[in-house]
């Protein structure tokens, strides 16, 4: 191993153990003395190289894991990795932030069967290492959901990792930008399959940029997708294609190998040859050179003509030096490439920037929307896998990425929930071959030919013919049956859940109603609770205010009045009821007594109307008829408060000793509805005082 370029970065890029740069190629000593190198792939910032004997080494960066030591120490000579010491590497890949490999383990034990699975390390932000997940690994993983196919080759860009398998089919994973997975359904987290116009091809080779692809097919044809600025991609302009698009450019040639740099591509092309004597006649007319006729080479094939034969000029000539300027061409050239141009004009459907294809591609693409495309088949060393792949674009595209997955490569959503461990035995017991139906033994090969294990062919068309499948499938009926029963029971389910979602919001709003009056009751009652204690403290102001007056009236009457004991009695009695006044709780409002007096059915016509005396809050003194012939005068209060003042009796009905009787035995009804106190007052004193005269005989008129 020879390496040269920038080593000041201290980081061992170049393998030599120093910072030194060197100018020229100088050989690697120390754990590679004696070691045949079977492979070698640079990083920006670290290298890998498979021996002759599958032991992988890595050196340079070790910054995002990309070495596979474990850790994130960087390495200045050549380390072996450990993790995959007991297996075969074959080919490693290196991106900027991670590394990828293939790495051929055996199968089951006492079986000489070997399959090649790859493995990725390293930093896993855009999904680039195909796991699923954006963690780092620090050590070699296998891609699980791939485990069930071979690979041969494989490549890595920026934020993409490209592999190829032994049947020809490519796998992407990573980042989506510029449409560089060549999948235009998938979300990159997961590897998908490369289809559109791949579909039927057998690809050969890949390689990958910084964010773009390039394939080369079995015939010779080079597929590109992804970024195009710089015209990277080879189609004339610099606009980015999502999906594999072929460069018309080459098609006329016979490409041997296909290279990508980081904004680049470049390709080796095979010219065919001729003799020493047939540069002596021209190739169209076969007439001899001479003196008279000149020897013309044809821009486009490079064969030998005359003037006569390679008189026209055509644009796109595939040897010219400026593409854009006509060339001389031979006769047949420039019908075919008329042939071309005029096929490319006709199509409305290709863009003029380059998005032009052969006539017999464009026939390819006819055909696969009618009937389903060639199936390719597995080698013999790999597990027998058939799976169709519809070219039906508009239907592609509406699947997801998952489903089309799934519906290409079963194996995939099998081992979704595979977990490898990091041991090396761990990895043995979980790498054995899935079982799978072998293809039928294929006949011997004739002599000379090499074994289908150790060469691929060089076309998928040059196998078996895959067996016949229906183009759209086929449902029963009572499948259809049992889906619409489903479709039924479904939809009743749904009208039930927006009944009860109904439901559910009435009594929502009937309940949200019912909070609204509670919450307006309630600020009414404290509205009513303030107002009525308010009240209560004027009227503890109006007693006290009466009792100092009584104080005061009391002293300054006469010695013979004061000691009288009827005036005692009668000082006692109002003393003892303005205490009770004071210390009494607060009146209802005159509006909640509403209960009619016992036994006195004409009382309620008599009531005056006490709304007045509540809203004006003055004191006021009123008569009303208590029974017929008996009339109650009292004064009622701002307070809400009653307070009985007299009672008189008609002398039409009453001479003075009924009306003396009436009272006795009535008087403690007449204070309970119009003096509450003053009852209670009353039935506390032993002998009551007789009542004035007056109370009892005076008359007075009902009110009118």
Not at 129 to 142: D, R
Not at 267 to 280: A, E, L, M, N
Not at 316 to 321: D, F, G, H, N, R
Not at 501 to 516: F, R, T
């Amino acid at each position: 191993l020879f390496t040269w370029g920038d080593g000041t970065h201290n980081a061992g890029i170049l393998g030599h153990g120093t910072d030194v740069s060197h100018w020229i190629p100088k050989r690697v000593s120390g754990a590679l003395e004696g070691i045949q190198v079977l492979s070698i792939a640079c990083g920006a910032w670290h290298s890998a190289l498979a021996t002759s004997d599958g032991k992988l080494f890595t050196f340079g960066d070790g910054t995002f894991g990309v070495l596979g030591h474990g850790d994130r120490e960087s390495v200045k000579y050549p380390k072996l990795v450990q993790m995959l010491s007991g297996l075969k590497t074959i080919k490693v890949a290196c991106g900027v932030w991670h590394t990828a490999a293939i790495v051929e383990v055996i199968g089951q034990a006492g079986v000489n069967l070997s399959s090649r699975k790859l493995f990725t390390w390293g930093d896993g932000d855009k999904h680039r290492l195909g796991h699923g997940s954006k963690e780092t690994y620090l050590l070699p993983n296998c891609v699980s959901s791939l485990i069930d196919y071979n690979f041969h080759q494989l490549a890595c860009g920026h934020t993409i990792t490209v592999a190829l398998t032994t049947s020809g089919h490519v796998f992407t994973m990573g980042g989506t930008a510029h449409g560089q997975l060549g999948n235009p359904n998938s979300d990159g987290k997961l590897p998908c399959l490369v289809q559109e116009k791949l579909v039927g091809e057998f690809v050969e080779e890949i390689s990958c940029g910084a964010y773009h692809v390039a394939v080369l097919t079995s015939r010779s044809e080079v597929f590109t997708w992804g970024r195009g600025a710089n015209g990277r991609l080879g189609h004339g302009d610099v606009e980015d294609r999502k999906t594999p698009t072929l460069v018309e450019s080459l098609k006329d040639k016979h490409v041997k190998n296909i290279s990508c740099g980081s904004n680049f591509t470049s390709s080796i092309c095979i010219h065919k040859w001729v003799s020493g004597t047939d540069q002596s006649v021209c190739s169209g007319c076969r007439q001899a050179f001479g003196f008279t006729r000149k020897r013309h080479n044809c821009y486009n094939c490079g064969m030998v003509h005359c003037h006569a034969c390679s008189s026209k000029k055509a644009l796109k000539a595939a040897l010219a030096p400026t593409p854009g300027k006509p060339h001389r061409v031979c006769d047949t050239c420039y019908a075919k490439l008329k042939a071309a141009e005029a096929g490319n004009a006709s199509n409305p459907t290709r863009k003029v920037s380059g998005h032009n294809s052969s006539i017999d591609s464009r026939e390819r693409s006819d055909k696969f929307e009618i009937r389903p495309s060639r199936l390719l088949l597995y080698p013999t060393a790999e597990p027998a896998k058939y799976f169709e792949i519809r070219s039906g674009k508009h239907e592609a595209r509406s699947n997801s990425p998952s489903l089309v997955r799934g519906s290409q490569v079963p194996s995939l959503l099998q081992l979704k929930d595979v977990a490898f461990p990091s041991s090396f035995t761990a990895i043995q017991n979980v790498l054995k071959p899935v079982p799978s139906p072998s293809p039928p033994p294929s006949p011997p090969p004739p002599p000379g030919s090499f074994s289908p294990i150790n060469s691929r062919s060089s076309s998928p068309y040059s196998r078996r013919p895959s067996p016949p499948r229906s183009a759209t499938p086929a449902f029963s009926k009572g499948v259809m049956e049992s889906l619409r029963k489903s479709n039924e029971l479904l939809n009743q389910e749904v009208s039930k859940l927006q009944k009860q979602i109904k439901s559910l919001k009435q009594k929502y709003d009937s309940q949200g109603m019912e909070i609204l009056k509670l919450q307006k009751s309630a600020q009414q009652s404290t509205s009513y609770a303030t107002k009525e204690s308010s009240k209560s403290n004027e009227a503890k102001k109006l007693v006290k205010s009466i009792t100092d007056q009584l104080m005061e009236i009391t002293e300054k009457l006469p010695p013979e009045v004061s000691d009288d004991e009827t005036f005692k009695a009668i000082q006692t009695r109002a003393k003892t009821f303005l205490n009770r006044l004071e210390t009494s709780e607060t009146y209802l409002p005159a509006s909640l007594e509403s209960s009619p007096m016992e036994g006195n059915t004409d009382a309620s016509k008599w009531r005056p109307s006490e709304s007045s005396a509540i809203r004006d809050g003055s004191e006021k003194e009123i008569t009303e008829q208590f029974e017929p012939g008996v009339y109650i005068t009292y004064v009622y209060h701002n307070y809400g408060g009653k307070i009985f003042k007299r009672v008189r009796f008609s002398k039409r009905k009453f001479d003075e000793q009924q009306a003396g009787e009436w009272w006795s035995n009535n008087k403690d009804r007449v204070l309970m509805r119009y003096s509450p106190n003053a009852a209670k007052l009353a039935s506390a004193v032993s002998s009551p005082t007789p009542l004035p005269a007056d109370e009892e005989t005076s008359e007075a008129a009902p009110p009118s």
